[in-house]
């Protein structure tokens, strides 16, 4: 079955840096938009950044513009997520999602990233 794996979540100090990996299996990786969102507790999950599939299209919510940037490695079937200048207000589980127009979303795990001092 298809599989997203999120890796690189953590505890980091507020201002400081985190890179989140997401490795994709058992699909056509490179026909899928992906996507992170997150969700703080107590909150909705919210979308962070869509890159499109070729790579050449990227959006981001406004709270994380000019600190978030995604990429991606179609040949390696990942997405990362460079997070800089991070906040507390940062801190929340970060979700991987692969979306196909044609049908088919899929979800990673998750992980957890703190901003605290």
């Known amino acids: 079955q298809v599989q997203l794996v999120e890796s690189g979540g953590g505890l980091v100090q507020p201002g400081g840096s985190l890179r989140l990996s997401c490795a994709g299996s058992n699909l056509a990786f490179r026909s899928y938009a992906m996507s992170w969102y997150r969700q703080a507790p107590g909150k909705e999950r919210e979308l962070v950044a869509v890159?499109?599939?070729?790579?050449?299209?990227?959006k981001y919510a406004d709270s994380v513009k000019g600190r978030f940037t995604i990429s991606r490695d179609n040949a390696k079937n990942t997405v990362y997520l460079q997070m800089n200048s991070l906040k507390p207000e940062d801190t929340a589980v970060y979700y991987c999602?692969?979306?196909?127009?044609?049908?088919?979303?899929?979800w990673g795990q998750g992980t957890q990233v703190t901003v605290s001092s």
């Open positions: 999602n692969a979306k196909y127009a044609l049908g088919g979303d899929f």
């Open positions: 890159i499109s599939s070729t790579g050449l299209s990227t």
